[in-house]
Each structure stands twice: as structure tokens, then as C-alpha cells.
Nanobody
């Protein structure tokens, strides 16, 4: 059984930092595409960052580029999102997602994931 469990969310001040973690079990990340998505109240889910684990190519949405960094630890089967320079508009529930075939473009453009986590809340105060 595949499971993705996010952690690391919480309350941060504007300009602060948080690191989200996603523990994956039942799926090997080394050949996958992984991503972070978020959904704010009353808004649609949006992509935040995506990564092809094998070739290390990454995508970021414009609003987070230069502030957020996606990474993995294949030995631990973990996905991370380092978030610096947080802004109130980053407030949302953040979800980890995995496309086990490594189809990063499908994950990024169409949110086509085989597995989703349950989400972790990030709240940034102004």
C-alpha cells in the first residue's frame, strides 16, 4: 500500500521559512516525478514545484521561483519543499504528489499523479 505523509506545516511570519517533508512508502521515488501543490480556501489547487528525480530537472511556479526549493532524499524516500521568504499569499494546504512513471510534464501541467498525500496546512501571517 502506497502512502504519502506530509509534515512540517504550521504558522510562520512573513519573510520566514518552513520546510515541508513528505514521507513516501510503498513507492520508489528514484524513477518518479514528484511535486508539491497547494490549495487556498476558495481557490483551485495550483502547482508549486515539480521534480524529475532521476535527471533532477525541476519546475517552479512563477510566484515561488527563487524562494522555494524542491528536493528529494532517495535513501530515505523523502520529498522536501524548502520555503523561504514566505508571504501571506503562500497560505494554503500543501500536498505532495508522485507520478511513479516519471512523467513530470503530465504531473506539472495536468496534475496527473498516481498518489497524493493528505496535505499539511501552511499559514503565513503578515
Amino acid at each position: 500500500q502506497v502512502k504519502l505523509v506530509e509534515s512540517g506545516g504550521g504558522l510562520a511570519e512573513s519573510g520566514g521559512s518552513l520546510r515541508l517533508s513528505c514521507a513516501a512508502s510503498g513507492v520508489t521515488l528514484a524513477s518518479s516525478a514528484v511535486g508539491w501543490f497547494r490549495q487556498a480556501p476558495g481557490k483551485e489547487r495550483e502547482r508549486v514545484a515539480g521534480l524529475h528525480v532521476r535527471d533532477d530537472s525541476a519546475y517552479y511556479t512563477d510566484s515561488v521561483r527563487g524562494r522555494f526549493t524542491i528536493s528529494t532524499d532517495n535513501a530515505k524516500n523523502m520529498v522536501y519543499l524548502q520555503m523561504n521568504g514566505l508571504k501571506p499569499e503562500d497560505t494554503a494546504v500543501y500536498y505532495c504528489a508522485v507520478n511513479r512513471r516519471g512523467w513530470l510534464l503530465k504531473l506539472w501541467q495536468r496534475h496527473e499523479a498516481d498518489y497524493w498525500g493528505q496535505g499539511t496546512q501552511v499559514t503565513v501571517s503578515s
